[in-house]
Every structure is written in structure tokens, then in C-alpha cells.
């Protein structure tokens, strides 16, 4: 019987795809040349060893699983094989900003990773949602792991209903009113278009 109920609960279980495009939710310490290197990332750019590094799945409150695709496991990953993920958190590099703004018109929902958190990009003087971002995340690795494992959001996210996506969130933030998510003006027009799957 406890058999059974286990099955019909792993039945039942969703699989959502995110992609991290961004080193500082992946890489683990060997991708530092050397303590100084790792010192100035960490102090300066907010880099914490307690990462995802490594990490292909994570569970959900709900058992959902949510398979994370990395710069690590997806070396030569396109962008229209970005785009047909769920969800995902990029950067504020150089090289990030370009991807995302290549991602624009693809209906991906892409959350800021970054330590110009708020404000605007310190590389391209773009905001947030000039940029194709959708949401802007504190840049600690709680705060992410937060939001991709949040059931009501990943829901919301694959309904394409922007007053749910709001509802999940601003549940989300409740308790974190200090370094909440934040939603910017991009999401309206990001969930608007019909992504091709």
C-alpha cells in the first residue's frame, strides 16, 4: 500500500527545465586559478562556494524536479535550446547581457543574477528589463535556489499568466521585504509571447 502511494506520487510529479547561465550558480573552487582569484570574486562579486556546482536536479516542496541545464553540462548549447527551457537565471556580464538580449523576442523568462541588483548594468548602463530581463534576484544563492524550487511559481511560469507569476512572487517575498525579487516591466511582454516548443 505505501508502495502504491509512493508510485501514484512520482506519477504525478512535474519536470520543469531551468537553464543557469551564470558561473557564480555553477562553478565550483578548481575554477579559480588561484586564493586571490577566489578572495577578490567572493568579496567583490559576490561568489559563494555553497553553490549548485555539480548539482543536474533539484526537488521541489511538492516533489517536482527541476533539471538544470549549466554552462557546466550544456558547453555548446544554443540559443534556441535555451529558449525552449521553463525558466532561467543569467548573468550581468558582457557576454550574458548579449545572450539575454538575443533572447528577447524567444518569450523566456530570464531572472538578473547580479550584483547590479536593482539598478542598472554597470557594463552596458542597460536596466534590467532593457536588458530582456524579466525578474531581478539578489545575488545570493538562496535567494535563487528560492525561486526555482518555488512550486506556485514554476506553475505560473508554464501557464504564461502574468497575474499568477505576480501572486507566486510576491508570496515568495513575503519575509524578505529587504532583498525581495523583483518584477520587472519586461515580464508582461516576455509571457505575451508564445514560446515554440
Given amino acids: 500500500m505505501v508502495a502504491e502511494a509512493t508510485q501514484q506520487t512520482e506519477s504525478k510529479a512535474k519536470e520543469y527545465k531551468v537553464f543557469l547561465g551564470t558561473g557564480y550558480l555553477t562553478e565550483g573552487l578548481e575554477s579559480f586559478k588561484c586564493p586571490a582569484e577566489f578572495l577578490t570574486q567572493a568579496l567583490e562579486y559576490g561568489y559563494d562556494p555553497n553553490n549548485l556546482h555539480g548539482m543536474e536536479f533539484l526537488q521541489t516542496p511538492r516533489g517536482n524536479i527541476i533539471r538544470l541545464s549549466t554552462r557546466d553540462n550544456s558547453q555548446n548549447i544554443t ?10 537565471i543569467a548573468g550581468s556580464t558582457k557576454p550574458n547581457e548579449e545572450k ?34 524579466s525578474l ?23 501557464s504564461r499568466e502574468e497575474a499568477r507569476v505576480r501572486d507566486a512572487i510576491a508570496k515568495l517575498n513575503v519575509g524578505h521585504e529587504n532583498a525581495p525579487v523583483l518584477i520587472t516591466p519586461f515580464l508582461s511582454e516576455a509571457l505575451r509571447i508564445r514560446k515554440g516548443k
Avoid: Q, W
Wanted: with cysteine; net charge negative.
Fill in 100 to 133: 539575454v538580449l538575443d533572447l528577447k523576442c524567444s518569450g523566456l523568462v530570464v531572472a538578473r543574477y547580479s550584483i547590479f541588483y536593482g539598478g542598472p548594468s554597470g557594463y552596458s548602463d542597460r536596466s534590467p528589463e532593457d536588458g530582456g530581463y
Fill in 79 to 88: 540559443l534556441r535550446e535555451i529558449a525552449e527551457h521553463d525558466f532561467a
Fill in 136 to 158: 531581478d534576484l539578489p545575488k545570493v544563492v538562496p535567494a535563487a535556489v528560492a525561486l526555482m524550487t518555488n512550486d506556485d511559481f514554476l506553475e505560473a511560469i508554464v
